[in-house]
T-cell receptor
Framework: DAGVIQSPRHEVTEMGQEVTLRCKPI?????LFWYRQTMMRGLELLIY????????DSGMPEDRFSAKMPNASFSTLKIQPSEPRDSAVYFC?????????????????FGDGTRLSIL | AQSVTQLDSHVSVSEGTPVLLRCNYS??????LFWYVQHPNKGLQLLLK??????LVKGINGFEAEFKKSETSFHLTKPSAHMSDAAEYFC?????????????FGTGTRLKVLA
């Protein structure tokens, strides 16, 4: 049973370059979350999709960040241009419909993350 | 509003001794609570979840947690620590914010297991 799949696992790039992170959620899950984890700020929710539609992007740091979910099995998080302060581990997670109270106790399943280093 | 507090940022135990990781929550209604474990360079793995069916919840790898409404606590325990339990543990409450159920994470407890 495949879990959440993220790629790449590691990314090292220079400041100013475009970075694209990818996520494949668990089949059948229709809620998808992007998180960022740093030592200073812990885990932060960046954006949440439900049925491929962005529901809450209030955690996206600034316009340099964008996320898309073109279909139920794929999502991307893009940073353009990248800056050293974007260095972090980025996680994708999926769950059953987080919009519905019936599923409020359904857990989120996390990928192994992408460790991003911006030089 | 929902919140969660992990009372210890670091816990050290000897191998074979009990583990206690403490978590207190705040919620205006019956919460959904979870414990996750994160090993180095890995994602968060679900250990167990509380869904109001039973106050004592059993999870994977011998972990369990007890929901105590009167104390607003959801502490994680294990009778005997193993070296492989060394990791960071997160207590999570699922809260409704702006019509959506979101995770509210504790700040994490790093468990060290001494040989």
């Amino acid at each position: 049973d495949a879990g959440v799949i993220q790629s790449p696992r590691h990314e090292v790039t220079e400041m100013g370059q475009e970075v694209t992170l990818r996520c494949k959620p668990i089949s059948g899950h229709n809620s998808l979350f992007w998180y960022r984890q740093t030592m200073m700020r812990g885990l932060e929710l960046l954006i949440y999709f439900n049925n491929n539609v962005p529901i809450d992007d209030s955690g996206m740091p600034e316009d340099r960040f964008s996320a898309k979910m073109p279909n139920a099995s794929f999502s991307t998080l893009k940073i353009q241009p990248s800056e050293p302060r974007d260095s972090a581990v980025y996680f994708c997670a999926s769950s059953l419909d987080a919009h519905r109270q019936f599923y409020s106790n359904q857990p989120q399943h996390f990928g192994d993350g992408t460790r991003l280093s911006i030089l | 509003a929902q919140s969660v507090t992990q009372l210890d940022s670091h816990v050290s135990v000897s191998e074979g001794t009990p583990v206690l990781l403490r978590c207190n929550y705040s919620s205006s209604y019956s919460p959904s609570l979870f414990w996750y474990v994160q090993h180095p360079n890995k994602g968060l793995q679900l250990l167990l979840k509380y869904t109001s069916a039973a106050t004592l919840v059993k999870g994977i790898n011998g972990f369990e947690a007890e929901f105590k409404k009167s104390e607003t606590s959801f502490h994680l325990t294990k009778p005997s620590a193993h070296m492989s339990d060394a990791a960071e543990y997160f207590c999570v409450v699922s809260g409704r914010t702006s019509g959506t159920y979101k995770y509210i994470f504790g700040t994490g407890t790093r468990l060290k297991v001494l040989a």
